[in-house]
């Protein structure tokens, strides 16, 4: 080798070397402190200001609505099916065209991409399977219901099934690896919810075998067993150990220990976050499985989860539940020091944007509703609009701000309050102050109105004792000195309307007089972003 094509070599080496390097050291991952999470973006806590398209828009027809939506809604990611009927027309042949489209336009668009592994599992059936599966019933079998009548959702039982899924999801992951050097995909995840509605598990004679068996290992340690609030003890029968919740549990196991191995085969080619989506119990009234979906991860069976599928990062509800408290206890469940809270689904509706709020506030790392895209409906750009406001307005403002907030939310700076349905106020402590929010759109001295949905909500990040950010709609904010200034008069010093640009506020207006009298700034239905320094005298 002549000398200059021999450094030519060497540098060529050297810049593969620092780009290989590059990747890795950006990929996107979790971390933990403090029992809050943080995505990692770039190197950077990343908050996913999320929307999910509808099931069947991830084709090149439908995609520009999507994006359309994506604009509309300020969004800066994307959920989005990729569909193992489509990837996997024929055993072993891989298409991966629409994985491209997805990267390229999603590129364009400057969003990141959560990808939906439509597989094994859509909403608890084999929907998603390619048609060389779905035509061979023996090989790929469906559960049996409990009188042997065949139930609309695949065995997790089937080890050709689960093979084929391994086969096929490693292949997706390892030419993401290829195709994705820039870490447009933030996150996998894996299957859709599921778990199988309409029998608590599988009561086929493979199934009732396994049932009858011993209960593996990993589910007798007494810190599972305690987590599960059974007795501890050192080995029995699913029956025996499990009792009345047996069918569910065992359902639970198969379908987790299913995906848990899914999800490895992928990460070992390419280590992605991944996450499971739950369809939701009732977290208030511990129902039995046979009024949910059986085997999802549901707050029940976390440890079963956890032990199960430890290649998956986090399980995440999907949030279609309605009432103020039944979601609260939903997003307490869910956030746990092993779990990152993150809100992949939920309906995309006025009352639910104000969760988000208190994602953040958790330290959780991201929010999307469902159904973004008009999916083809013809929906006009007015009618886009309106339905996607109530994220849209908050996102519009959050967006600019989103690494200072995911920043803050991992450091545990900021706390947040929504307004529940009794529409009652409530109070912050921040050490030497206290907040007061009230809730509603009731002008100076008047009345709220009874009647009207309870969208309020104000987050408050702390940036040093007496000067804070204050992020809100529908709701009114005042002060009390508390802790050493308990006691005594204090007043605003300063309080500035405006946005975060580039990672500094830029205020665009001071308020004071009608605007902060009364007690404190009132905020209106458009989410306003304020800094506010108190002072005492
Ligand atoms: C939850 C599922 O996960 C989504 O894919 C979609 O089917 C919605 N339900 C529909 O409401």
Redesign the pocket.
Known sequence: MKKTAAICFALSLLTAGTLFAQANRDMPRIIEKDGRHALLVDGKPFLILGG?AH?SSAWPAMLPKVWLAVEKMHANTLEV?IYWEQIEPQPGRFDFSLIDILLTQSRKHKVHLVL?WFATW??GSNHYMPEWMKTDAAKYPNINGIKGQPVDSPSPHSDATMQADIHAFAAVMRYLKKADMRHTVIMVQVE??PGAWGSMRDYSPVAQKLFDGAVPAELLSPAVLKALNRPVVSGGTWQSVFGERADEYFHAWSVARFIGQVAAAGKKEYPLPMYV?A?LRDPLTNPMANSYESGGPTDNVFPIWKAAAPAIDLLAP?I?LPGHERVMKVIDLYHRPDNPLFVP?A?LIPVNAKYLFEVIARGGIGFSP??IDDNGHGETATELTARLAPFGQEYGVLAPMMRELAEWSFEGKIKAVVEGDDHAGQKIELGEWQAVVSFGAEKRGGKLDPNAEPVGKLMIVQLNPNKFVVIGSLCHITFHPAGSNAGKTWQYLKVEEGRYVNGVFKPSRILNGDETDWGGPRFGAMPTVLQVTLTTR
């Open positions: 999910q099931n099916p939906l859509k909403n859709n919810e989506n369809a999907d279609y689904e309906a469902f159904g």
